[in-house]
Nanobody
Framework: VQLQASGGGLVQAGGSLRLSCAASGNVFSLSDTGWYRQAPGKQREWVATATRDLTTNYADSVKGRFTISRNNVKETVYLQMNSLRPEDTAVYYC?????????WGQGTLVTVSS
């Protein structure tokens, strides 16, 4: 399984971005997918999950502002980020749990200016 994240960039506080993560391997529909982020000087933290049965969960810090979704036909998971804050600045990584193994994308940088 290979994951390719995209969509990061520079945005002002209050703005929006949509991240995408395209998967390869033809097992996407059988995988749980998620987004994590790592801010400068901090540990990587979980942001959101969309399971293979389409259950979604969010970290409290993003609940109500971020939406995770997935398209099994396109084998892509998305993270719609609204009302962005400077503290959302981080490298965002997509993640896949497939047959008990974890896979990671390369990360995409999101910078929110105040």
């Amino acid at each position: 399984v290979q994951l390719q994240a995209s969509g990061g960039g520079l945005v002002q506080a209050g703005g929006s971005l949509r991240l995408s993560c395209a998967a390869s391997g033809n097992v996407f529909s059988l995988s749980d997918t998620g987004w994590y982020r790592q801010a400068p000087g901090k540990q990587r933290e979980w942001v959101a999950t969309a399971t293979r049965d389409l259950t979604t969960n969010y970290a409290d810090s993003v609940k109500g502002r971020f939406t995770i979704s997935r398209n099994n036909v396109k084998e892509t998971v998305y993270l719609q980020m609204n009302s962005l804050r400077p503290e959302d600045t981080a490298v965002y990584y997509c993640n896949s749990l497939t047959f008990g193994r974890e896979y990671w994308g390369q990360g995409t940088l999101v910078t929110v200016s105040s």
